[in-house]
């Protein structure tokens, strides 16, 4: 039972926190993975929830619903932060609940907020607790556990990936603040306009505890009418929630710049400038952007437009040169540039053949006509001896041995008929070199 003080603090308490669902039933959104019938609320409402990771972005319930198991377990309950806890701190938690598990038979949760935190040393001190049984573990991050967290502990949990709540989810937890009585607004005439509420639910991007927030500032800094109504309006929405900077983890980055990239290899102008966009404004370096550009204007376009290249290139010295904005100007140029490209991977497939061929070594000595004449006693040496000039000859070629004599696999670069390697291949052909395709 609470105490006065413990009733007069929760009071005070933000609204996002007064309003924390308390039961499975009053919790919004994640029905993918706690909707009817589904494992992760099987498990809760059973009470043999094991050890798990909650991933997703800030918002979305992963601390509520933490909160909801401890509310509904007969086990014992315990919370770290891993920015404040040490191994210390693990280490009474674990053994006070050695001491429950051995004299009542409890089991202990252990909810790990910003988990992805924990050093390798703190994170192995609590595996052979989560191996026994002793405890069971609740992991909570906004990062990629995958790539923020050790191994070890990720193969010993369930993961269960949060989403970000949709608009509808956000406007549901809204109206039930503004009509709760005991928790929130609804002991008070509070009336918020159709076009104020979707402002804040927009704005807020998935993020409920924003949202709460933003109703809670809107409700408490308008002035009460005269009858004793609160009447919020558009203009108080937007100034009670500022345009949030889009969140971007080290998992996040990785994806949207994985979706960057594809969209230049397949063609789509905008899909590619959609996706720099959210990268700049993200604050995503735009040098990193700039390197993919270049990269992709020889994987992907290579010899089918060299134009696109000089393009990339030139996008970077723009950046250096006059720095952002301005250089989104050219940057976009260059993405466009690589799209509307014809396509080729020739360049990319001749140069990791040719890496391959080196790598088996067995090098062979240079042929003599192709070595160096430069310094005296070279033509004594034989050097050069059987070279032909190619200008000396009607268009400037002449056939004869250039490669190494151990190279096996050449061809290595073979033109599409994309673009200006169309001539290319005219131009090989006249020369004499085999296409693979007619062989």
Request: proline fraction near 5%.
């Amino acid at each position: 039972m609470e105490d006065l003080f413990t009733a007069a603090s929760r009071s005070r308490a933000p609204l996002a926190d007064r309003m924390r669902p308390r039961t499975l039933d009053e919790f919004v959104g994640q029905d993918h993975i706690v909707g009817p019938g589904r494992l992760l609320r099987r498990a809760i409402e059973a009470d043999r929830l094991t050890s798990s990771i909650f991933w997703g972005p800030p918002g979305c319930g992963k601390t509520t619903l933490a909160s909801i198991i401890a509310e509904t377990t007969k086990a014992a309950f315990v919370k770290l932060n891993a920015v404040t806890s040490g191994v210390a701190d693990v280490r009474e938690v674990l053994k006070d609940a050695q001491e429950r598990l051995k004299l009542y038979g409890q089991s202990t949760y252990l909810l790990l907020d910003e988990c992805h935190r924990w050093s390798k040393a703190q994170s192995d001190s609590i595996l052979p607790a989560i191996e026994q049984g002793v405890i069971r573990f609740i992991g909570s991050t906004t990062e990629n556990p995958m790539i923020a967290m050790t191994p070890a502990i990720v193969s010993r949990c369930r993961l269960f990936h949060f989403e970000p709540l949709d608009g509808e989810d956000v406007k549901r937890a809204l109206m039930a603040a503004l009509n709760d009585p005991q928790r929130g607004f609804g002991g008070q005439d509070v009336c918020v306009d159709d076009d104020a509420l979707e402002h804040i639910v927009q704005v807020a991007n998935g993020d409920c505890r924003s949202a709460m927030n933003a109703l809670e500032l809107a409700v408490l800094t308008t002035p009460m009418a005269a009858d004793g109504s609160i009447h919020v309006t558009l203009p108080v929405a937007e100034e009670s929630i500022q345009s949030r900077v889009t969140q971007m983890d080290e998992s996040l980055f990785y994806d949207m710049l994985s979706a960057f990239c594809k969209s230049l290899r397949g063609s789509d102008s905008d899909a590619a400038l959609a996706w720099f966009a959210r990268m700049n404004r993200a604050g995503v370096d735009p040098r990193i952007i700039v390197r993919r550009v270049i990269a992709h204007a020889s994987e992907d376009v290579g010899m089918a437009n060299p134009m696109a290249m000089l393009q990339a290139v030139a996008a970077m010295d723009a950046l250096e040169h006059i720095g952002m904005p301005e250089a989104k100007l050219p940057i976009a140029q260059a993405i466009i540039a690589v799209c509307e490209s014809p396509k080729s991977n020739s360049v990319s497939t001749a140069v990791e053949a040719a890496m391959a061929d080196a790598e088996r070594g067995d090098y062979q000595a240079v042929p003599v006509h192709l070595r160096d004449t430069h310094y005296k006693g070279a033509a004594k040496l034989g050097h050069g001896e059987g070279y032909l000039y190619p200008h000396d000859f009607p268009g400037h070629y002449v056939k004869q041995q250039y490669a190494p004599l151990e190279a096996r696999d050449m061809p290595y670069y073979v033109p599409s008929e994309q673009g200006f390697e169309c001539d290319i291949r005219k131009l090989r052909k006249w020369r004499g070199i085999d296409d693979p395709a007619d062989v």
